[in-house]
């Protein structure tokens, strides 16, 4: 006679029987999401996907009644339990221990039920609106407060900077008015030499030039006074 198949229906109250086909491929189960506590008292949303693979049809069929039904509440159970050992924080920065706690607890049964349990994928962990906004909050004002560290830091940089540049370039016009004054000097003495050489009387020579410079001296402190007095005049207009 024809024989009748269909596959295994693990929510139904299916029994096995001789026209009963078990589907032996890997499947991802659906963990709805759920509500926990954990160690710090603060309650989180969680919800999960399980990859198994059926490897004993004898022990899925004869062991066991919905067995992926029972994979999926037990899976739930041990989920509870893994957000009531651990904080918050240490959760949602390691979440994969979450997914190894629910595969230790339902490797040793499941191999009873004749399931590998392949893989626990975390979808989902979320704390209640009132700490998501306080972490929200918390997130932004240590975001504001690397910003205002890094613009110091920058402002820092910048003025350090600046203090370089003024003082290279105070080196720079030092260096060269010390470099002006020795060429002066060495012209200075390479010209009395001369004057020696021709027997000039250096003594006359010598009052003239600082008589020269005496007078360039009293222009410049003139031309200076005169711009200050402008300036002066200038500010109180």
Not at 197 to 213: P, S, V
Request: glycine fraction near 4%; proline fraction near 1%; aromatic fraction near 6%.
């Amino acid at each position: 006679r024809r024989r009748h198949t269909r596959y295994w229906r693990d929510w139904s109250s299916d029994v096995c029987s001789s026209d009963l086909v078990v589907d032996k491929r890997e499947m991802m189960l659906e963990v709805y999401k759920q509500y926990a506590h954990t160690s710090d008292n603060v309650q989180v949303g969680f919800a999960a996907q399980i990859c198994v693979q059926i490897l004993d049809t004898y022990k899925a069929c004869y062991n066991v009644k919905q067995p992926l039904l029972i994979v999926v509440a037990s899976a739930q159970s041990a989920m509870r339990a893994s957000v009531g050992r651990h904080e918050l924080d240490y959760l949602l920065k390691n979440r994969v221990c979450i997914s190894h706690d629910v595969t230790d607890a339902l490797e040793l049964p499941a191999e009873g039920w004749g399931i590998k349990i392949n893989r626990v994928l975390i979808t989902e962990l979320t704390p209640d609106s009132g700490v998501a906004e306080a972490m929200d909050l918390q997130a932004r004002a240590e975001r504001e407060r690397r910003q205002t560290e890094k613009n110091a830091e920058a402002s820092k940089r910048a003025m350090m900077l600046e203090a370089e540049g003024m003082r290279s370039k105070l080196i720079y016009e030092a260096t060269g008015r010390a470099e002006a004054l020795k060429l002066e000097t060495e012209a200075q003495a390479m010209s009395v030499e001369l004057l020696k050489a021709t027997g000039a009387n250096i003594d006359a020579i010598l009052k003239f030039q600082l008589g020269l410079r005496y007078l360039d001296n009293l222009t410049k402190l003139a031309l200076g006074g005169s711009h200050t007095t402008r300036s002066e005049e200038h500010t109180s207009e």
